[in-house]
Protein backbone atom coordinates (compact mmCIF):
# COMPACT_ATOMS: atom_id res chain seq x y z
CA UNK A 1 0.00 0.00 0.00
CA UNK A 2 1.42 3.66 -0.64
CA UNK A 3 2.18 5.57 2.03
CA UNK A 4 0.16 8.72 2.63
CA UNK A 5 1.14 12.08 1.55
CA UNK A 6 2.46 14.51 4.21
CA UNK A 7 -0.09 17.73 5.40
CA UNK A 8 3.03 20.15 4.84
CA UNK A 9 0.15 22.63 5.19
CA UNK A 10 0.23 22.62 8.18
CA UNK A 11 3.80 24.37 8.95
CA UNK A 12 2.49 27.17 7.12
CA UNK A 13 1.70 29.28 10.36
CA UNK A 14 4.88 29.56 11.83
CA UNK A 15 5.74 31.54 8.35
CA UNK A 16 3.85 34.32 10.12
CA UNK A 17 5.19 34.12 13.61
CA UNK A 18 8.25 33.88 12.35
CA UNK A 19 8.08 37.24 10.87
CA UNK A 20 6.34 38.89 13.07
CA UNK A 21 9.60 38.15 15.65
CA UNK A 22 11.91 39.09 12.84
CA UNK A 23 10.81 42.26 12.41
CA UNK A 24 12.76 43.45 15.48
CA UNK A 25 15.90 42.81 13.94
CA UNK A 26 17.80 44.30 10.77
CA UNK A 27 16.86 41.41 8.50
CA UNK A 28 15.72 43.26 5.77
CA UNK A 29 12.18 43.99 4.90
CA UNK A 30 10.98 42.28 7.94
CA UNK A 31 9.97 45.17 9.92
CA UNK A 32 7.88 46.50 6.77
CA UNK A 33 6.61 43.22 5.89
CA UNK A 34 5.37 42.72 9.51
CA UNK A 35 3.50 45.69 10.13
CA UNK A 36 1.60 44.51 6.86
CA UNK A 37 0.42 41.37 7.98
CA UNK A 38 -0.06 42.32 11.90
CA UNK A 39 -2.13 44.71 13.14
CA UNK A 40 -0.51 47.22 15.76
CA UNK A 41 -1.80 45.17 18.96
CA UNK A 42 0.45 42.77 17.44
CA UNK A 43 3.06 44.80 16.48
CA UNK A 44 3.14 46.62 19.88
CA UNK A 45 2.78 42.81 21.78
CA UNK A 46 6.40 42.18 20.18
CA UNK A 47 8.31 45.57 20.76
CA UNK A 48 6.87 45.01 24.31
CA UNK A 49 9.23 41.25 24.39
CA UNK A 50 12.28 43.03 23.92
CA UNK A 51 12.80 43.50 27.99
CA UNK A 52 12.04 39.35 27.80
CA UNK A 53 15.62 37.24 27.56
CA UNK A 54 13.80 33.75 26.32
CA UNK A 55 12.67 35.79 23.56
CA UNK A 56 15.38 37.90 22.51
CA UNK A 57 17.26 34.65 22.31
CA UNK A 58 14.56 32.81 19.98
CA UNK A 59 14.83 35.74 17.77
CA UNK A 60 18.71 35.88 17.79
CA UNK A 61 19.00 32.14 16.70
CA UNK A 62 16.71 33.03 13.43
CA UNK A 63 18.19 36.42 12.98
CA UNK A 64 22.18 34.19 12.84
CA UNK A 65 20.59 31.63 10.61
CA UNK A 66 19.22 33.98 8.38
CA UNK A 67 22.60 35.91 8.03
CA UNK A 68 24.94 32.91 8.07
CA UNK A 69 23.15 32.01 5.08
CA UNK A 70 23.41 34.57 3.49
CA UNK A 71 26.79 35.32 3.70
CA UNK A 72 27.71 31.72 2.94
CA UNK A 73 26.02 32.91 -0.69
CA UNK A 74 27.72 35.94 -0.82
CA UNK A 75 31.12 34.14 -0.55
CA UNK A 76 30.10 32.60 -3.89
CA UNK A 77 27.38 34.33 -5.24
CA UNK A 78 25.61 33.12 -8.39
CA UNK A 79 23.10 34.68 -10.89
CA UNK A 80 20.75 32.10 -10.42
CA UNK A 81 18.82 31.29 -7.44
CA UNK A 82 15.82 28.87 -5.91
CA UNK A 83 15.59 29.39 -2.46
CA UNK A 84 13.25 26.52 -0.91
CA UNK A 85 10.55 26.88 1.81
CA UNK A 86 11.36 30.57 2.29
CA UNK A 87 8.59 31.80 4.37
CA UNK A 88 7.73 35.34 4.64
CA UNK A 89 11.65 36.17 4.56
CA UNK A 90 12.37 38.91 1.59
CA UNK A 91 15.65 37.86 0.90
CA UNK A 92 14.78 37.35 -2.82
CA UNK A 93 13.22 40.62 -3.22
CA UNK A 94 16.13 42.06 -1.51
CA UNK A 95 18.81 40.53 -4.12
CA UNK A 96 16.96 41.53 -7.05
CA UNK A 97 17.03 45.01 -6.22
CA UNK A 98 20.56 45.10 -6.02
CA UNK A 99 21.48 42.96 -8.86
CA UNK A 100 20.74 41.64 -12.16
CA UNK A 101 19.68 38.45 -10.45
CA UNK A 102 17.56 35.48 -11.67
CA UNK A 103 15.57 34.89 -8.25
CA UNK A 104 12.84 31.47 -7.46
CA UNK A 105 11.38 31.85 -4.28
CA UNK A 106 9.08 29.05 -3.05
CA UNK A 107 6.73 27.56 -0.03
CA UNK A 108 3.61 26.38 0.00
CA UNK A 109 0.62 27.98 -2.31
CA UNK A 110 -1.00 29.91 0.62
CA UNK A 111 2.14 31.23 1.56
CA UNK A 112 3.27 32.25 -1.84
CA UNK A 113 -0.41 33.96 -2.42
CA UNK A 114 -0.22 36.51 0.78
CA UNK A 115 3.56 37.04 -0.20
CA UNK A 116 2.85 37.99 -3.66
CA UNK A 117 0.99 40.85 -2.38
CA UNK A 118 3.83 41.91 0.25
CA UNK A 119 6.22 41.88 -2.34
CA UNK A 120 4.02 44.08 -4.84
CA UNK A 121 3.13 46.45 -1.57
CA UNK A 122 6.80 46.70 -0.61
CA UNK A 123 8.05 47.76 -4.07
CA UNK A 124 5.21 50.01 -4.05
CA UNK A 125 5.77 51.67 -0.65
CA UNK A 126 9.13 51.95 -1.27
CA UNK A 127 9.57 52.96 -4.29
CA UNK A 128 11.79 50.15 -5.07
CA UNK A 129 12.83 48.95 -8.65
CA UNK A 130 13.80 45.47 -9.98
CA UNK A 131 17.32 44.58 -11.52
CA UNK A 132 16.19 41.06 -12.07
CA UNK A 133 13.48 38.79 -12.33
CA UNK A 134 11.92 37.62 -8.86
CA UNK A 135 9.43 34.51 -9.69
CA UNK A 136 7.03 33.51 -6.23
CA UNK A 137 6.42 29.83 -6.89
CA UNK A 138 4.31 27.16 -5.01
CA UNK A 139 6.50 24.37 -4.36
CA UNK A 140 6.39 21.16 -2.18
CA UNK A 141 10.14 20.37 -2.19
CA UNK A 142 9.86 16.45 -2.06
CA UNK A 143 7.56 16.87 -5.47
CA UNK A 144 10.36 15.90 -8.27
CA UNK A 145 8.50 17.39 -10.90
CA UNK A 146 7.28 20.70 -9.62
CA UNK A 147 10.84 21.10 -8.35
CA UNK A 148 12.20 21.05 -11.75
CA UNK A 149 9.58 23.23 -13.28
CA UNK A 150 10.82 25.50 -10.80
CA UNK A 151 14.62 25.22 -11.71
CA UNK A 152 13.47 25.77 -15.57
CA UNK A 153 12.43 29.10 -14.28
CA UNK A 154 15.94 29.62 -14.31
CA UNK A 155 18.02 30.42 -16.94
CA UNK A 156 21.39 27.80 -18.35
CA UNK A 157 24.26 27.88 -16.24
CA UNK A 158 25.17 27.06 -12.28
CA UNK A 159 22.45 28.10 -9.80
CA UNK A 160 22.48 28.29 -5.85
CA UNK A 161 19.73 26.10 -4.10
CA UNK A 162 19.17 27.47 -0.22
CA UNK A 163 17.27 26.87 2.27
CA UNK A 164 17.23 28.16 6.34
CA UNK A 165 14.73 25.56 7.81
CA UNK A 166 13.45 22.77 5.93
CA UNK A 167 15.53 19.71 6.73
CA UNK A 168 13.94 19.46 10.87
CA UNK A 169 10.67 18.85 9.21
CA UNK A 170 11.68 15.30 7.42
CA UNK A 171 12.28 12.54 8.47
CA UNK A 172 15.37 10.55 7.46
CA UNK A 173 14.02 8.81 4.66
CA UNK A 174 12.51 12.65 3.24
CA UNK A 175 15.76 14.10 3.88
CA UNK A 176 17.52 11.63 1.00
CA UNK A 177 14.43 12.11 -1.02
CA UNK A 178 15.18 15.78 -1.32
CA UNK A 179 18.65 15.19 -0.95
CA UNK A 180 18.79 13.00 -4.62
CA UNK A 181 16.55 15.78 -6.15
CA UNK A 182 19.09 18.28 -5.31
CA UNK A 183 21.45 16.18 -6.28
CA UNK A 184 20.40 15.55 -9.77
CA UNK A 185 19.65 19.04 -10.32
CA UNK A 186 23.16 20.11 -9.64
CA UNK A 187 24.48 17.15 -11.50
CA UNK A 188 22.62 18.56 -14.73
CA UNK A 189 22.75 22.51 -13.48
CA UNK A 190 26.04 22.72 -11.70
CA UNK A 191 26.47 24.98 -8.80
CA UNK A 192 25.81 24.73 -4.67
CA UNK A 193 23.63 24.01 -1.98
CA UNK A 194 23.17 26.51 1.30
CA UNK A 195 21.67 25.00 3.83
CA UNK A 196 20.85 26.99 7.68
CA UNK A 197 19.89 23.01 8.36
CA UNK A 198 22.62 21.46 9.91
CA UNK A 199 21.26 21.40 13.50
CA UNK A 200 22.11 18.72 16.08
CA UNK A 201 19.81 17.60 18.91
CA UNK A 202 20.09 18.96 22.54
CA UNK A 203 18.87 17.33 25.91
CA UNK A 204 15.46 18.84 26.64
CA UNK A 205 14.96 16.64 29.60
CA UNK A 206 16.49 19.64 31.78
CA UNK A 207 14.09 22.20 30.16
CA UNK A 208 11.47 23.98 32.53
CA UNK A 209 8.08 23.77 31.19
CA UNK A 210 6.52 25.97 29.58
CA UNK A 211 4.93 29.00 31.59
CA UNK A 212 2.84 30.95 29.35
CA UNK A 213 1.03 30.51 25.78
CA UNK A 214 3.49 31.42 23.20
CA UNK A 215 5.98 28.76 24.84
CA UNK A 216 2.63 26.31 25.28
CA UNK A 217 2.21 26.58 21.66
CA UNK A 218 5.81 26.42 20.57
CA UNK A 219 6.63 23.28 22.77
CA UNK A 220 3.08 21.57 20.88
CA UNK A 221 4.58 22.53 17.53
CA UNK A 222 7.79 20.79 18.51
CA UNK A 223 6.42 17.68 19.59
CA UNK A 224 4.05 17.35 16.58
CA UNK A 225 6.67 17.53 14.13
CA UNK A 226 9.14 15.28 15.84
CA UNK A 227 11.58 18.37 15.51
CA UNK A 228 14.13 17.05 17.82
CA UNK A 229 14.54 13.83 16.81
CA UNK A 230 14.44 15.07 13.20
CA UNK A 231 17.81 16.72 13.65
CA UNK A 232 21.15 14.97 13.52
CA UNK A 233 22.74 13.69 16.43
CA UNK A 234 26.00 15.58 15.75
CA UNK A 235 27.68 18.05 13.08
CA UNK A 236 30.14 15.10 12.31
CA UNK A 237 27.13 12.85 11.49
CA UNK A 238 25.24 15.25 9.96
CA UNK A 239 28.26 15.75 7.51
CA UNK A 240 28.83 12.29 7.33
CA UNK A 241 24.73 12.22 6.60
CA UNK A 242 25.32 14.61 3.81
CA UNK A 243 28.39 12.60 2.28
CA UNK A 244 26.10 9.53 2.16
CA UNK A 245 23.56 11.35 -0.19
CA UNK A 246 26.46 12.61 -2.51
CA UNK A 247 27.44 16.07 -1.15
CA UNK A 248 30.76 17.62 0.50
CA UNK A 249 30.87 20.20 2.54
CA UNK A 250 32.75 23.21 0.83
CA UNK A 251 31.95 26.60 3.28
CA UNK A 252 30.78 26.38 6.90
CA UNK A 253 29.22 28.93 9.59
CA UNK A 254 28.34 29.20 13.10
CA UNK A 255 27.59 32.50 13.65
CA UNK A 256 27.38 35.86 11.54
CA UNK A 257 28.93 38.26 14.70
CA UNK A 258 28.24 41.36 12.85
CA UNK A 259 24.65 40.81 11.93
CA UNK A 260 23.60 40.34 14.99
CA UNK A 261 21.56 43.17 15.95
CA UNK A 262 20.21 41.86 18.86
CA UNK A 263 22.56 40.54 20.61
CA UNK A 264 23.88 44.05 22.96
CA UNK A 265 20.33 43.64 24.04
CA UNK A 266 20.61 39.97 25.30
CA UNK A 267 24.07 40.58 26.89
CA UNK A 268 22.63 43.86 28.79
CA UNK A 269 19.93 41.26 30.69
CA UNK A 270 22.40 38.69 31.25
CA UNK A 271 24.78 38.36 34.32
CA UNK A 272 28.65 38.55 33.35
CA UNK A 273 29.17 34.73 34.06
CA UNK A 274 26.31 33.42 31.55
CA UNK A 275 28.13 35.86 28.71
CA UNK A 276 31.17 33.71 28.84
CA UNK A 277 29.10 30.62 27.67
CA UNK A 278 29.22 29.78 24.09
CA UNK A 279 27.24 26.68 24.36
CA UNK A 280 24.43 27.95 21.96
CA UNK A 281 26.37 28.08 19.07
CA UNK A 282 27.28 24.82 18.86
CA UNK A 283 23.87 23.49 18.16
CA UNK A 284 23.62 24.68 14.34
CA UNK A 285 25.57 25.63 11.29
CA UNK A 286 25.04 26.91 8.33
CA UNK A 287 26.90 24.80 5.38
CA UNK A 288 27.52 25.71 1.65
CA UNK A 289 27.54 21.72 0.15
CA UNK A 290 28.67 20.70 -3.73
CA UNK A 291 27.90 17.24 -4.78
CA UNK A 292 31.25 15.01 -4.42
Not at 1 to 12: G, Q
Not at 119 to 129: A, E, G, K
Request: hydrophobic share 45%; aromatic share 8%.
Amino acid sequence: MEAPTRNFTIISPTARALLLMKSVTRIPFAHAAAKLVASPAEMDDIEHQLSNLSFLRRVLHFENRYWTTEQLYRRQPTSNVLELCAGYSFRGLLHVTQAPVHYVDTDLPDVIATKRLLVTQLLQDQCLSVRGPLHLQPLNALDEVSFWQAIDLLPAGPLTILNEGLLMYLNEAEKRQLCGIIHKILEVRGGAWITGDAYIQRDTSADPPPNDEQSLQLAAFLAYHNIEENKFASLEAAEAFFNSCGFVVKDRMAVSWEDLSLLPRIKALMPPEAQRTKGAWKLRESWRLEIG
